[in-house]
């Protein structure tokens, strides 16, 4: 099983799966903060690191059999005064976890 995760964060998607027993053959991770890259690398080093989700194309990966996806929400946030939901910098990052799942 080739699992694609988007905003991968620390791995919580690989700690889930091994925790549920759950085996796959390669865990592509899209991320761009520096430190989470290193903890994830730290802990699971076979991940396949894909950096920034707008770069990363369906072509370039194998068949997807599982996809996971948490976008950035503080455009929703009611911390943020502005709080511009979708149309937000960070939350409209959602646009691209769509546009992956339609073209995997």
């Known amino acids: 099983m ?3 995760s988007l905003f991968d964060g620390m791995s919580c998607g690989q700690i ?3 925790r549920c027993g759950i085996k796959y053959d ?3 991770a899209s991320e761009i903060k520096k ?3 290193e903890v994830t690398q730290h802990n699971y080093p076979n991940t396949i690191q894909l950096g920034n989700i707008k770069e990363v194309k369906s072509e ?3 068949q997807i059999d599982l996809i ?3 976008s950035p929400c503080q455009d929703f946030s009611r911390g943020n005064k502005t709080r511009d939901g979708l149309d937000g910098q960070k939350s409209s990052l959602f646009f ?3 546009r992956l799942f339609k073209e995997c």
């Open 2 to 4: 080739n699992v694609l």
């Open 16 to 18: 889930a799966l091994n």
């Open 26 to 28: 390669n865990y592509f």
């Open 35 to 37: 430190h989470a890259i």
């Open 60 to 62: 370039d990966l194998p």
């Open 68 to 70: 996971l996806a948490g």
């Open 96 to 98: 691209e976890f769509y």
